[in-house]
């Protein structure tokens, strides 16, 4: 079945470094990929979405490109802030709108 | 517009014991999804409905986990009896039909 493989956090970094997160996923057909953002106390939210491959989502300086050669859709962003500290999911939706999978989360904790 | 409604957010049980949760969609969302998200993994899909039909109930534990929805607007999930691992965060999404899940607060449940 479809799944979905995430970086182990906990990721601790100072404020203005570079972010990779790493995702990588197993699905049949051409599934949608996304990244949700669960910040302290909040619910999840959809952070960027890709719908197709070489799909480049973008969202508050986050993104990432869908990567079908390498099933991949890794979360980079150039800078980060202190308030990007939160939790990081990645998932797929399976190619005819259901089977929604999610991985484990990466959290992420800025320092000034 | 108001988001995804849930209640109750917090229940403590003993096992063995039943448990009912609501969730109340976005106005005009014909997909409604649930959640579990045990502590420090991703949320699990357990059922999706469209309109008030099942989509994909493929991770949902039947013999003792039910959802309905019946006049294809709110939803609740039942479980009975409830286990010690039943312990989780059991979260409602709803959506367009392809379009972005808008996630609810969730309800909190705790099996003692």
């Known amino acids: 079945g479809n799944s979905v493989t995430q970086m182990e956090g906990p990721v601790t970094l100072s404020e203005e470094a570079f972010l990779t997160i790493n995702c990588t996923y197993t699905a049949t057909g051409y599934p949608s990929l996304f990244w949700y953002v669960q910040y302290p106390g909040e619910g999840l939210q959809l952070l960027l979405k890709?719908?197709?491959?070489?799909d480049k989502g973008s969202n508050k300086g986050f993104e990432a490109t869908y990567r079908k050669e390498t099933t991949s859709f890794h979360l980079e962003k150039g800078s980060v802030q202190v308030s990007d500290s939160a939790v990081y999911f990645c998932a797929l939706r399976g190619y005819n709108n259901n089977d929604m999978r999610f991985g484990a989360g990466t959290r992420l904790t800025v320092k000034p | 517009e108001a988001g995804v409604a849930q209640s109750p957010r917090y229940k403590i049980i003993e096992k063995r014991q039943s448990v009912a949760f609501w969730c109340n969609p976005i106005s005009g969302h014909a997909t409604l999804y649930w959640y579990q998200q045990i502590l420090g993994q991703g949320p699990k899909l357990l059922i999706q409905f469209q309109n008030n039909g099942v989509v994909d109930d493929s991770q949902l534990p039947k013999d003792r986990f039910s959802a309905e929805r019946l006049k294809g607007v709110d939803s609740t999930l039942k479980i009975q009896p409830a286990k010690l691992e039943d312990s989780a965060v059991y979260l409602c999404?709803?959506?367009?039909?392809?379009?972005?899940?808008?996630f609810g607060p969730g309800t909190r449940l705790t099996v003692t």
């Open positions: 999404a709803s959506s367009l039909a392809e379009g972005e899940q808008y």
């Open positions: 890709a719908t197709k491959a070489d």
